[in-house]
């Protein structure tokens, strides 16, 4: 979409320019918040494990390891994070720089619950702690030591491990004897720096979850930096193009729940919302959910909101978050459609959500209450990649408006998509109860939210559904 955005960037009232760009100038002189963020650090090669894990104290030297010498970049599962339990993890470091990225760790959303310290001395201090000290969880040792004496080492420390710890190896020596050498001795992850924190999440994660715990899906919250740029509008189009055209299966949640408008968008009423669930969270398990969710299509489902003053719901975080889960146990994406509101459900959900999407237009209200949502996010979330930034109805006439390239430098976050002011094929779309692309499925906002689907899947789109009426028709 990046000739599209040079399109729109332009397309506003120069007579407005000098009062905007003063503006403009008045916010970008505010001071930017420094983070302590892993972007830099590259992802480094680690190790695929293709087999459960042994404890060290389980070694067995004529274990064959011949079939576990694929060493390559592991990419996310399918799905969506699951919260690590509640560990004890040490890490025996070497260097000041491995301490900042175990602390980096440690601060992890999704460490919340585990305990992780940090102490110099490599392999030996390892050794003198468990001589003395019950064994943790998790040791992660670093160790800088020729091949030979590190083996030698690993060998020494076993002997004070309890069964079942599981055992991380930093080393400085990418050598797939090495790996097949520590493998043999019960060791569960060989990394080699440059290391980002995110990776050895990723190797926890895989280490101490349950095997028999029900799938999770990827949660994606999408939010306005103010009200009426059209968040909803975005989360109800992002929903359909992944469900029909990146073809995956895809739950919409409205969480606005005194003025959502999914019913209205999808044209579908259902006597059940998102509402009876969160007022009654602990009744409502996997099959309760399934059977909540309405379906439009065979692969989207909609989770509706009362959409009703009538009533005051003053609902936990905590059932929220127990909904949320709960449908994420049956969908492998799940939209969350957030009301333009700063409380404590919302900014939890946001925390917690595998991808957040920050929907804004092109004016000083989205930039300033989008940088400091995106800023509060990228601190709380050093781990994770920014949220994906939407501009919104770029090129409405007459209005003044800040460029597109000004609008990413200013708020510190390139646009996923640049949607253009297109109030006709919005209008008769929402009037139809229809998403754009069921109205115009090759107009540039159509292409652009089909986009957006392929890079939250990882799915090439290739061709456009058919919409819902043609597939009834048979057409």
């Known amino acids: ?78 799905g969506g994070y699951r919260a690590i339990p509640a560990i004890s993890a040490i890490a025996f470091c070497e260097s000041g720089k491995t301490v900042s990225l175990i602390e980096a760790v440690a601060k992890d959303r999704r460490m919340q619950q585990a305990s992780v310290q940090t102490q110099m001395g490599g392999l030996d201090a390892g050794i003198a702690y468990l001589m003395e000290n019950p064994t943790p969880n998790l040791l992660i040792l670093e160790s800088s030591a020729a091949n030979a004496a590190m083996i030698a080492k690993i060998d020494e420390l076993a002997s004070h491990c309890d069964e079942g710890v599981q055992v991380m190896v930093i080393g400085n020596t990418n050598d797939i004897g090495l790996y097949r050498q520590l493998m043999a001795r019960g060791v569960s992850e060989y990394l080699v720096p440059p290391i980002a924190p995110v990776q050895i ?34 989360a109800h189009n992002l929903s359909w193009a992944l469900s029909e055209s990146a073809e995956v299966n895809t739950a919409l949640i409205d969480l606005d729940l005194s003025f ?45 909101a009362p959409a009703s003053v009538s009533q005051i719901l003053d609902i936990p975080a905590e059932s929220y978050v127990a909904i949320i889960d709960t449908v994420r146990r049956v969908m492998p994406y799940v939209v969350l459609d957030l009301p333009h509101s700063w409380s404590e459900w919302t900014y939890k959900t946001l925390l917690s959500s595998d991808e957040v ?119």
């Open 201 to 234: 999440v990723r190797s926890i994660s895989q280490l101490f979850s349950d095997p028999d715990a029900p799938f999770v899906g990827k949660s994606i919250s999408v939010i306005g930096a103010k009200g009426g740029v059209g968040a909803s509008t975005i």
């Open 357 to 475: 999407i920050l929907v804004c237009q092109p004016d000083l209200a989205s930039l300033r209450n989008g940088k400091n949502m995106i800023d509060e996010l990228k601190a709380q979330r050093p781990n994770d990649a920014p949220p994906r930034l939407v501009v919104n109805m770029m090129g409405v006439p007459k209005r003044p408006e800040i460029p597109a390239k000004d609008f990413a430098a200013a708020i510190e976050v390139e646009p996923s998509i640049v949607l253009p002011f297109d109030p006709q094929l919005f209008g008769t779309a929402s009037n139809n109860g229809q998403m754009i692309s069921e109205t115009d499925s090759s107009a540039p906002s159509s292409l652009a939210i089909d986009q957006l689907a392929s890079q939250i899947s990882g799915r090439e789109i290739t061709a456009q559904s058919k919409s819902l009426l043609q597939k009834l028709l048979g057409k």
């Open 1 to 78: 979409m990046s000739n599209d955005n040079a399109l729109f960037e332009d397309d506003f009232d120069m007579e407005f320019e000098d009062d905007f760009d003063s503006a403009l100038a008045t916010v970008l002189d505010e001071p930017a918040e420094t983070l302590d963020s892993a972007d830099g650090l590259a992802a480094t090669e680690a190790v695929d494990l293709d087999a459960p894990m042994k404890g060290l104290s389980d070694f067995d030297p004529s274990v064959d390891t011949a079939d576990h010498t694929h060493i390559t970049v592991s990419d996310f599962d399918e």
């Open 260 to 304: 959502g408008t999914t019913a209205l968008d999808f044209n579908h009423e259902n006597q059940q919302t998102v509402a009876d669930a969160l007022l009654a969270p602990e009744r409502v398990d996997d099959a309760v959910v399934s059977k909540l969710l309405s379906k439009v299509t065979d692969r989207l489902s909609l989770f509706t």
